[in-house]
């Protein structure tokens, strides 16, 4: 079975700093993979699909890469509305796993 | 735009059913290629996929669950609708419906759409 590693699991930044945060896969997946935001008491929200494609209406702060076992969703510039947790999604079965998350928070 | 909205029972006793429906609007549960999904999050915890039905009837299931859980689709009311069975504290948690689009090379999807989420607590 696949499992999907996040690191760091919490990430303490700045409003304004670059960060990344990295999903790591047991074994290849290609490219299908999905990064959602979730903030407290609410549904998670699509980010990213396909390892680098922006969903609609998402602000081009948040970006994706990789492919195959290592993936990385950055946020070029941390905003006020970004504190939230964060969670990777592999797709490349038909039983969808997700990360364990990684909780952005202020410092 | 689409939404998708929970209903159910809130408190479950333990060894009892839950059971959930997820009525979508902004669009028809029948037509294109969806996966309507379930999925729960304990509190304070990740993420866990329950399940899938297709638009055309067709399920899968997360395999530690499989033996305990039920998908149907209703498209006379635009529903799907989640049945767990013999449930436990451990099945306590807020549970989301989620429309799947088709990405993976092995019919993968991932979710555009979700419903807010209910917090289904089992006790007696």
């Known amino acids: 079975d696949i499992q999907m590693t996040q690191s760091p699991s919490t990430l303490s930044a700045s409003v304004g700093d670059r960060v990344t945060i990295t999903c790591r896969a047991s074994?290849?997946?290609?490219?299908?993979l999905a990064w959602y935001q979730q903030k407290p008491g609410k549904a998670p929200k699509l980010l990213i699909y396909?390892?680098?494609s922006l969903e609609s209406g998402v602000p081009s702060r948040f970006s994706g890469s990789g492919s195959g076992t290592e993936f990385t969703l950055t946020i070029s510039s941390l905003q006020p509305d970004d504190f939230a947790t964060y969670y990777c999604q592999q797709y490349n079965t038909y039983s969808p796993l997700f990360g364990q998350g990684t909780k952005v928070e202020i410092k | 735009q689409v939404q998708l909205q929970e209903s159910g029972p809130g408190l479950v006793k333990p060894l009892q059913t839950l059971s959930l429906t997820c009525t979508v609007s902004g669009g028809s549960i029948s037509s294109g290629s969806y996966y309507w999904s379930w999925i729960r999050q304990p509190a304070g915890k990740g993420l866990e996929w329950i399940g899938r039905?297709?638009?055309?009837?067709?399920?899968n299931f997360n395999p530690s669950l499989k033996s305990r859980v039920t998908i149907s689709l209703d498209t006379s009311k635009n529903h799907f609708s989640l049945k767990l069975s013999s449930v436990t504290a451990a099945d306590t948690a807020v549970y989301y419906c989620?429309?799947?689009?088709?990405?993976?090379?092995?019919?993968?999807?991932?979710?555009?759409?979700w419903g807010q989420g209910t917090l289904v607590t089992v006790s007696s």
């Open positions: 074994q290849s997946i290609s490219s299908w």
């Open positions: 396909k390892a680098s």
């Open positions: 039905i297709y638009t055309s009837g067709s399920t």
């Open positions: 989620a429309r799947g689009l088709l990405g993976g090379s092995w019919g993968g999807y991932y979710f555009d759409y």
